[in-house]
């Protein structure tokens, strides 16, 4: 059974820089496309960033595009999330997901597995 946990969340200033990880625990993460979404208090889920996983082609949502970049370290089975030129919009609980399908989405919908979050909060 594949379990997500993610870590790195914290305080940042604006402008500043954070990566999260999502390390994942009983089953390569090679064989799952692998998404990062988050979410603030009455809003819906966000897919911001996925990785699909052959031939790890990536998808950016416009409000991360030049930001945010997603990778894959296969021997630490672990995927990152680097976050950089934070702004206090990108305030969220940040997840981790993953999906068996090759093809890589934003749809949370597609994602069967998640992590259980972690807090971003971007202020001064």
């Known amino acids: 059974q594949l379990q997500l946990v993610e870590s790195g969340g914290g305080l940042v200033q604006p402008g500043g820089s954070l990566r999260l990880s999502c390390a994942a625990s009983g089953v390569t993460l090679d064989y799952y496309s692998i998404g990062w979404f988050r979410q603030v208090p009455g809003k819906e889920r966000e897919g911001i960033l996925c990785?699909?996983?052959?031939?790890?082609?990536?998808t950016y949502a416009d409000s991360v595009k030049g930001r945010f970049t997603i990778s894959r370290d296969r021997a630490e089975n672990t995927v990152y999330l680097q976050m950089n030129s934070l702004k206090a919009e990108d305030t969220a609980v940040y997840y981790c997901a993953a999906t068996t399908s090759s093809i890589c989405r934003l749809s949370p919908t597609l994602y069967g597995y998640w992590g259980q979050g972690t807090q971003v909060t971007v202020s001064s």
């Open positions: 990785i699909s996983r052959f031939s790890s082609s990536r």
